[in-house]
């Protein structure tokens, strides 16, 4: 016997199945054809706010649940006819059964965006890191992690250390400080080795005070020498990067023969950047590094003209100032 493994559906592919075959069977069925429309905003309401599945079972017993509260008011003479959107889902079936997503909406220090993949699809995976001064160099691990991820957070430790001059930070704060690497919905296991590249920029955000890029997601296997390597489900974390509103994806460079199969539509709406090595990633996640804090530009003429001196007073003020410590 051969084992046949089947892929879930993506949203979209949800979405026309929903369009061409569940909402005709079910209007026909209960009477309403003629009388109810559904809209494209109504169905995709329902797949994401609604339904969280493989299949389109469900999808299509809240499709029917809709058709019978529209029944209902047909039937008691309130309308002749109806149009159902997705601003008319919370009224019908009552508020939405699907949580959104969390990950990281802003450009923040120590927060990158991943990518997931799960049995009912694909989903964006943040991974925090705090770096807690004054500690013993400590590494804490928490968020559910499995083995694999474990292992790939002290890959991140070790890339993160031979390349601390190359990002403004010493080594000695790997002595002097506690490491604190979490993945949200702690209750979820997590386990694989493509959330490298995340936990290694997350990582390198942190001990840098650059922030990465929130309209960023990426995906990707590392090596010890930083090299990312291949990783598998890329259609269905495409499609959670879709669904969310991401821009920009990061790949290995070695996944791009996999966008054959991704959706027509997620390509046109992402771009889709492949990367052989971290330095790639981190080149395009970070942020140009912030100014410090309490610096202030000088205004000191240096030869040329049209500028005005600062006075001595000024001059003195500011040579007394103490650059903040790294």
């Known amino acids: 016997m051969d ?33 109810v429309k559904l809209t494209n905003t109504a169905l995709y309401g329902l797949i994401d706010s609604y339904t969280q599945e493989a299949g389109v079972r469900n999808l299509e017993r809240a499709i029917t649940e809709v058709l019978r509260k529209c029944a209902k008011t047909i039937a008691a003479g309130d309308a002749q006819t109806l149009t159902v959107s997705a601003k008319d889902l919370e009224p019908l079936l009552g508020p939405k059964r699907i949580k959104p997503a969390f990950f990281s909406r802003h450009d923040a220090v120590g927060v990158a ?5 799960t049995s009912v699809g694909g989903e964006i995976l943040p991974i925090e890191v705090q770096v807690v001064r004054g500690g013993t160099g400590k590494l804490e691990l928490t968020g559910s992690l499995g083995e694999v991820m474990k292992e790939s957070a002290k890959l991140a430790i070790t890339y993160a250390k031979a390349h601390a001059d190359e990002y403004g930070y010493g080594t000695e704060l790997f002595k002097n400080a506690d490491i ?67 821009s920009v994806v990061l790949i290995p460079q070695e996944n791009l023969p996999d966008l054959y199969e991704v959706d027509e539509a997620v390509k046109q709406a992402i771009t889709f950047q492949p990367v052989t090595g971290l330095n790639e990633v981190l080149k395009t996640a970070l942020m140009a590094p912030q100014p410090k804090a309490g610096a202030k530009k000088s205004s000191r003429s240096t030869g040329g003209t049209g500028r005005k001196k600062a006075s001595p007073l000024a001059e003195s003020a500011e040579s007394a100032q103490v650059p903040a410590p790294m």
């Not at 965006?113 to 993949?117: I, Q, S």
């Not at 995906?219 to 669904?243: C, D, W």
Request: with cysteine.
């Open 113 to 117: 965006n991943g990518l997931a993949w």
């Open 3 to 35: 084992v046949i493994e089947l892929s879930s559906y993506t949203r979209v592919e949800k979405f026309e199945i929903a369009k061409r075959h569940l909402a005709p069977k079910q209007l026909a069925a209960t009477g309403l054809k003629g009388k």
């Open 180 to 246: 604190h690497i979490h993945a949200p919905e702690g209750a979820i296991p997590k386990d694989g080795p493509s959330a490298g590249v995340t936990l290694t920029t997350a990582l390198i955000s942190c001990l840098s005070g650059r922030k990465v890029r929130s309209d960023i997601a990426m995906t990707g296997e590392i090596s010890l020498h930083g090299q990312v390597l291949p990783i598998g489900g890329l259609k269905e974390k495409s499609m959670a990067a879709y669904r969310e509103g991401i």
